[in-house]
């Protein structure tokens, strides 16, 4: 059958559809070609904000309407949390939850047993007795692979609605995993990029731990760099930046999760470190890698942000030496505690005012970080895509191992290389 697929939100998401895709296909169907119609859909969604759900949504009704006649299976977080939702929407088929969602290439081979004469199939959540794909690795192109190595989360942050959509926190063996990521890199992948839920938990559900793990990937041999996707700050201990540091190949790139500046706030998130814990760990890696480029996830607007708390988390953002916040503005998610909370609600202007007044920041601290490395020599990875036009000329582009994003005339012979160059 010929199965197309739409993927919403984060790594993890796109690791698993490229894992369901190549299990397709090993059962021989085939991803449908431009031009050509697709016998199966599959959206794969998410569901961390209200803008997702929103953006889900779009993408059903996108995809309906490109391939009328095919089966439309819809999957992951938002299909988790509001199944009833999406059997709602008009023309699809059927919706998996996240336990359902390893079984579609059963559920495909089963419709094409029955192809013949025998209409839709319905089902919500009907396939059982799954299990996750854990280290499955997902090749986005000849350059980068996106390698699963954990999933779930046993936090409860009360904003986020990720445990109940994904579960509890699990994940397979250091040795599984480090098979996954040396398959990857024979297939010719130069990056792998960890991903997970909650990654720095990696271990509990197998006694192992997260830096035995990043010790276990880094004695590969081979000419590659790895990247942490991102990591609680009370779980990335300092033990795992000394290792970073010093490690073959890891880059030194973090991505951390704040999501306030404020401990007050963080204290009704139910976060499980201090704004002290967090500078800490940031000052720790700058005096270890001072060029180390480093995210942090914020959000603005939860219950209980008060002006006095949302300044206060300004200026502490401000005096962070950070190189980029991804801001996030809080949505209410039915189903989580914080909606139980009796605390001040922050009107949707303000919302919107205090995101804009973090997008600042992070333009001023990315500008800042690519402005002190201007002029210096730095390894970049060249990736395949091409970009531009004949008329214009084309280009490529690539990322520093701290993850300045270069771009030079098209050359094919350099697609998948590393090359020394200046910044
Ligand atoms: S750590 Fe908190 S925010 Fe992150 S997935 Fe778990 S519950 Fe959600």
Redesign the pocket.
Known sequence: MKIAFLTLGCKLNFAESSALGKELVARGHTRVRPGEQADVCIVNTCSVTDTADHKDRQAIHRIRRQYPDAFLIVTGCYAQLRPGDIAAIDGVDCVLGMNEKFGIPALVDRLEKRAAGEGTMTCVGRIRDITDYYGSWSKDDRTRCFLKVQDG?D???TY?T??YARGRSRNTTVQATVAEARKALEAGAKELVLTG??IGDFGKSTGETFLALLQAIDALDGEFRVRISSC?PNLLSDEIIDFVARSRHFAPHFHI?LQSGSNEVLRIMKRRYTRELFAERVEHIRSLMPDAFIGVDCMVGVRGETEACFDDYVRFIEALPVSQLHVFTYSERAGTRMLELDLPVVPQAERKRRSEVLHRISQQKTEAFYAAHKGRQAVVLWEAKREGSALDGYTMSGFTANYIRLSRPYDKSLVNTFQTVTI
């Open positions: 989360c936090y409860f942050c986020c990720i445990p839920v909650n609680e999760p």
